[in-house]
């Protein structure tokens, strides 16, 4: 508590039992086969400043293990250069398609696998939460999200939907983890 006050960067609140780190840099994943979106944004006293953000787009000529292999280089190196200490990525949705549901979940394990390596904070966020936070509504389109995130953090353009989704992630974890937050998000 003492260096809350006095102002420390590195804040730490001893919270009961354990230590809650106050994250300064975010990322976002929106894991995908073909176009996984990531976006990482630094926290401060007024609007979050956006980073960096994208899409790690595979042709569909490529194999799985391909598309597998760019997302993890890809996530690799966003991870390298700016550092997060905390990664929100998509949670599970219902698919009616197995085999896209096994597709999705290859990608999906690809992505926490690469972030599980760096041993960050890994929170896993329903998409209707992500709605919810960024537009208000848990049914949102997918441009309404975009076109807010750009709002949000003062971008020049809409980002691409899968990067704007990523962005989003990261958007709602930091209004997840706030000091009084109701309902916090769920750790991997």
Same mark, same amino acid.
């Given at each position: 508590?003492?260096?809350?006050?006095?102002?420390?960067?590195?804040?730490?609140?001893?919270?009961?039992?354990?230590?809650?780190?106050?994250?300064?840099?975010?990322?976002?994943?929106?894991?995908?086969?073909?176009?996984?979106?990531?976006?990482?944004?630094?926290?401060?006293?007024?609007?979050?400043?956006?980073?960096?953000?994208?899409?790690?787009?595979?042709?569909?000529?490529?194999?799985?293990?391909?598309?597998?292999?760019?997302?993890?280089?890809?996530?690799?190196?966003?991870?390298? !250069?700016?550092?997060?200490?905390?990664?929100?990525?998509?949670? /599970?949705? +219902? #698919?009616?398609?197995? =085999?896209?549901?096994? &597709?999705?979940?290859?990608?999906?394990?690809?992505?926490?696998?690469?972030?599980?390596?760096?041993?960050?904070?890994?929170?896993?966020?329903?998409?209707?939460?992500?709605?919810?936070?960024?537009?208000?509504?848990?049914?949102?389109?997918?441009?309404?999200?975009?076109?807010?995130?750009?709002?949000?953090?003062?971008?020049?353009?809409?980002? !691409?939907?899968?990067?704007?989704?990523?962005?989003?992630?990261? /958007?709602? +974890? #930091?209004?997840?983890? =706030?000091?009084?937050? &109701?309902?916090?998000?769920?750790?991997?």
């Amino acid at each position: 508590m003492k260096q809350r006050v006095r102002g420390s960067k590195d804040a730490v609140i001893d919270d009961a039992e354990d230590k809650v780190k106050i994250h300064k840099v975010l990322l976002g994943v929106d894991p995908s086969l073909r176009g996984t979106g990531y976006g990482v944004i630094r926290l401060g006293k007024e609007t979050p400043k956006t980073l960096a953000y994208g899409a790690i787009k595979c042709s569909t000529k490529w194999s799985r293990s391909e598309c597998l292999a760019a997302i993890t280089r890809t996530l690799r190196e966003v991870i390298q !250069e700016y550092q997060p200490t905390a990664c929100a990525i998509e949670g /599970l949705f +219902y #698919a009616q398609n197995v =085999k896209t549901a096994l &597709i999705m979940g290859e990608a999906r394990g690809a992505a926490l696998a690469c972030l599980a390596e760096t041993e960050m904070e890994i929170v896993e966020i329903a998409p209707r939460k992500v709605k919810q936070s960024i537009v208000g509504y848990g049914n949102a389109q997918k441009i309404a999200v975009a076109k807010m995130v750009q709002k949000m953090l003062k971008l020049d353009e809409v980002p !691409e939907a899968d990067a704007a989704d990523a962005l989003a992630l990261a /958007l709602t +974890y #930091a209004h997840l983890n =706030k000091r009084f937050a &109701i309902d916090p998000a769920q750790k991997i």
